[in-house]
């Protein structure tokens, strides 16, 4: 799915807190590679994608920012440490990332993953910083049982106050 949905134009506004929920299959065939660059794949996210930043290794500290989820490869950002066999990590880049340590922004790891060969139900939730204060935070849940939770982030500065939550495909 490639889709972008722009919560200002279909709701009126952009919400301070965002939840979406979706179901993953992965066929029992799915592999992860183990050299450190093929084999994972991105799941949906939220992004305020301004300002030419915020994603791909582009960054635009306040204005611009993204959060999602991904299916890492083995050797990667993921060491394979907790069993799982389609383990999921968040990737955020936040007005807090340092473009020359965090290329890609900031890996979070999930403590509960998904399965092959079954639906896996994923919730994940983001509440926005109070403008120019890091405090904004994600919360995920794998099968209605909490898997990650995190907060600290910077997605908006003062000068920013405005922007606000939008799904993204980042």
């Keep these: 799915m490639n889709e972008r949905i722009y919560l200002e134009n279909a709701v009126g506004y952009e919400p301070e807190v965002a939840h979406a929920r979706y179901e993953l299959y992965v066929p029992g065939d799915f592999k992860?590679?183990?050299?450190?660059?093929?084999?994972?794949?991105?799941?949906?996210?939220?992004?305020?994608?301004?300002?030419?930043?915020g994603a791909g290794g582009h960054h635009n500290q306040?204005?611009?920012?993204?959060?999602?989820?991904?299916?890492?490869c083995q050797g990667g950002t993921y060491d394979g440490s907790d069993g799982a066999e389609v383990p999921f990590?968040?990737?955020v880049y936040d007005g807090s990332v340092d473009p020359d340590e965090h290329e890609y922004g900031y890996v979070h790891r999930w403590s509960r993953g998904g399965?092959?060969?079954?639906?896996?139900?994923?919730?994940?939730?983001?509440?926005m910083n109070t403008p120019g204060k890091a405090d904004g935070s994600l919360e995920g849940w794998v099968n209605s049982e909490k898997a990650f939770e995190h907060d600290g982030y910077l997605f908006r500065d003062r000068d920013h106050a405005q922007h606000a939550c939008r799904p993204s495909n980042a």
């Design 32 to 53: 992860k590679w183990n050299d450190g660059i093929n084999g994972g794949t991105k799941l949906p996210g939220w992004a305020g994608h301004r300002e030419g930043g």
């Design 89 to 91: 990590t968040s990737q």
């Design 62 to 72: 306040g204005a611009a920012w993204s959060v999602r989820m991904n299916t890492p």
């Design 115 to 127: 399965s092959k060969g079954e639906w896996t139900t994923i919730d994940y939730r983001i509440t």
